[in-house]
């Protein structure tokens, strides 16, 4: 399986280069692997570079939690993260896949000075 950059994985969901989304749809057609880093680097790109509002971020996760060819790393934990950051927003999808990465790891509580993110259970506000 392959591996996709965020450039790519930016490509596949805001299809704006019709050039470079045939290329990426070429090379995904055989199943692609997107890391936790390029999601969250494609996430941010959507939000600064597109203005993309939270709801049609959490369109894209969704999107791409479904999506036949790519594979998402620890696809449930994304899911969870999802989760949260459909219902809260405003802390940022990052957060979200940060609390739940840890919580697969079995590393809580999630040290944070957020006041939003402290009302996660598995966090702990310092």
Request: with cysteine; charged share 25%; hydrophobic share 50%.
């Amino acid at each position: 399986m392959h591996a996709v950059d965020t450039d790519l994985l930016v490509r596949l969901v805001v299809r704006d280069d019709a050039d470079q989304v045939t290329a990426a749809e070429a090379f995904v057609a055989r199943g692609a692997w997107v890391s936790h880093l390029v999601l969250a680097e494609t996430l941010w790109v959507l939000d600064a570079v597109y203005d993309r509002s939270p709801a049609q971020i959490a369109n894209a996760i969704d999107r791409m939690l479904n999506h036949k060819e790519l594979t998402l790393q620890d696809a449930d934990v994304v899911a969870l993260a999802l989760d949260h950051f459909r219902s809260r927003p405003s802390l940022g999808f990052s957060d979200c896949l940060v609390l739940e990465i840890a919580r697969k790891a079995g590393h809580l509580p999630l040290g944070t000075f957020d006041r939003n993110l402290a009302k996660l259970d598995g966090t702990h506000r310092l």
